[in-house]
């Protein structure tokens, strides 16, 4: 089993920065990838970002056009959302998800094990 808790979550104004942190305990070792998605209320969670623990290329939706970076300290077993040119729409519960299958990291089917998430809200 992983556990997964996310921080970094809160209020920022449109245009602005967070980082989204997710410590991962447990069998870390067992990890190939984890990611990001996130959800508002009355609809799907989707897909944000993803990357395999050991690192190489990250995959991103398409609708974030550059604005996120998703990164990984695999000393620490920390993986991180830096979310920049924040709008309204990005308001949504962050989740973090591990899986130790090689399957789709773009989909929540791939992702065995999840956080709790964080609240972002993108508001003036």
């Known amino acids: 089993q992983v556990q997964l808790v996310e921080s970094g979550g809160g209020l920022v104004q449109p245009g602005g920065s967070l980082r989204l942190s997710c410590a991962a305990s447990?069998?870390?070792?067992?990890?190939?990838?984890w990611a990001w998605f996130r959800q508002v209320p009355g609809k799907e969670r989707e897909f944000v970002a993803s990357?395999?623990?050991?690192?190489?290329?990250?995959s991103y939706a398409d609708y974030m056009k550059g604005r996120f970076v998703i990164s990984g300290d695999n000393d620490n077993n920390i993986l991180y959302l830096q979310l920049n040119n924040l709008k309204p729409e990005d308001t949504a519960v962050y989740y973090c998800?591990?899986?130790?299958?090689?399957?789709?990291?773009?989909?929540?089917?791939?992702?065995?094990?999840w956080g709790q998430g964080t609240q972002v809200t993108v508001s003036s």
């Open positions: 447990g069998r870390t070792t067992t990890m190939a990838a």
């Open positions: 990357i395999a623990k050991s690192g190489g290329v990250p």
């Open positions: 998800a591990a899986t130790a299958q090689f399957a789709n990291w773009r989909v929540q089917s791939g992702f065995a094990f």
